[in-house]
């Protein structure tokens, strides 16, 4: 197996790099503040076309992969996670380049895919996160399309998005759980739709997140992605397993940027009259939190890697996301130590990457469904 990356990918990585390096400091510890979506900076990154690595040309896209993507993640995380986040204007997209209509592709994907709209996808509610069979805004069918009532809870991009790709109960009537939901397209501006900005958490403070309400709001048929009633299970499974890969990529790179700033700071910083970075216990934390990360990237990237060839490996995407997590948590935590008090200061970027870390172990399945998943694919349903 050749781990090597082609010369078109190092050449993503590099551009990557270079573009939030050069945009991503002057705002981040602003954007945090105020918790502030940074859309100037999004519109940049469009124009240079990261928000369409993964659609096809004919959409507007590069024409690219999974693992493409998460390296790009990687690389905006590292530098900063919550400005980083701005690739997630493309959350849903997934769904759209896999099963939309021809039309739905060019009227929704291929602005997203130029930079020229956010998308958000709407799935978490009050009381359903990890219970997806929980999910109750309903969609009813009318002579004209369909009418949406509920709530979702949690939603990236939810209050700057242009539309959203909603899951709604369909039919509730159907024998098979997994045949009662569908995804609809809802664009801001619809009546009785309001999307209500959650301040107050404890991480990724610039990337959106909002609470949504849905009061008799109606949407045209043609917003059924897909044409088929009964299709979004199959849809938000496919959406998982992409957004676990791009998840992992963010634990990567938060532990990465993490451990950059550790070593940048033990190399300056004195005490006894010798460097921090010439003490032995140090050197070996160093040492554990660079085999971490490595191994954490080599997961991730297999399992991107056998995505994109047609291979979905559950298990390994799960591990992946899993091991992605506990990496980012443990070495932000490591390397907010190694800065002693310093660490614990907002003025030292590692404090903001602390909180930004553990949502790693949260959003797209929590380490407990991870452990859950990947037990259940080595011993099977008991």
Not at 42 to 65: P, R
Not at 247 to 268: H, L, N
Request: aromatic share 10%.
């Amino acid at each position: 197996m050749d781990y090597s990356l082609t010369d078109e990918q190092k050449q993503i990585v590099e551009a990557a790099r270079k573009f939030a390096l050069k945009e991503f400091p002057k705002i981040a510890r602003e954007c945090d503040k105020e918790e502030r979506f940074p859309k100037d900076i999004w519109q940049k990154a469009g124009e240079l076309g990261f928000m369409g690595i993964f659609t096809s040309t004919e959409y507007g896209g590069l024409g690219l992969g999974c693992l493409e993507h998460a390296m790009v993640m990687e690389e905006f995380w590292r530098v900063d996670p919550g400005v980083g986040n701005i690739l997630l204007a493309v959350f849903g997209a997934e769904i759209l380049g896999s099963f939309g209509t021809p039309d739905q592709k060019e009227k929704y994907l291929r602005p997203v895919a130029e930079g020229k709209a956010i998308i958000g996808c709407a799935i978490t509610e009050p009381n359903a996160g990890s219970d997806i069979f929980g999910v109750r805004t309903r969609a009813v069918r009318t002579d004209n399309g369909y009418v949406i009532n509920g709530g979702k809870q949690f939603i990236t991009n939810g209050s700057v998005a242009d539309f959203l790709l909603v899951f709604c109960l369909t039919n509730p009537e159907a024998g098979k759980p997994a045949e009662r939901f569908s995804f609809l397209v809802v664009e801001r501006g619809r009546k009785g739709f309001t999307a209500n900005k959650l301040k107050g958490k404890m991480g990724i403070r610039a990337s959106d997140t909002a609470e949504l309400a849905f009061d008799d709001v109606e949407v045209p048929m043609e917003n059924l992605i897909g044409g088929t009633e009964g299709n979004g299970f199959i849809q938000v499974m496919r959406l998982f397993n992409i957004n676990r890969m791009v998840a992992s990529a963010q634990g990567v790179g938060v532990a990465q940027g993490a451990m950059d700033k550790a070593v940048a700071y033990i190399r300056e910083r004195t005490q006894f009259g010798a460097p921090l970075a010439s003490f032995q216990g140090l050197q070996f934390k160093i040492a554990k939190m660079a085999a971490r990360v490595e191994s954490a990237r080599l997961l991730y990237h297999k399992a991107a890697w056998l995505m994109d060839h047609g291979q979905v490996d559950r298990k390994l995407v799960s591990i992946a996301k899993l091991v992605a997590g506990e990496t980012a948590v443990r070495v932000t935590d490591e390397a907010l130590q190694l800065h002693g008090g310093y660490g614990y200061m907002d003025e030292y970027d590692v404090e903001r990457f602390y909180r930004d870390a553990k949502i790693v172990e949260i959003y797209e399945g929590t380490k407990e469904i991870e452990k859950i998943t990947i037990a259940r694919e080595i011993l099977g349903r008991i």
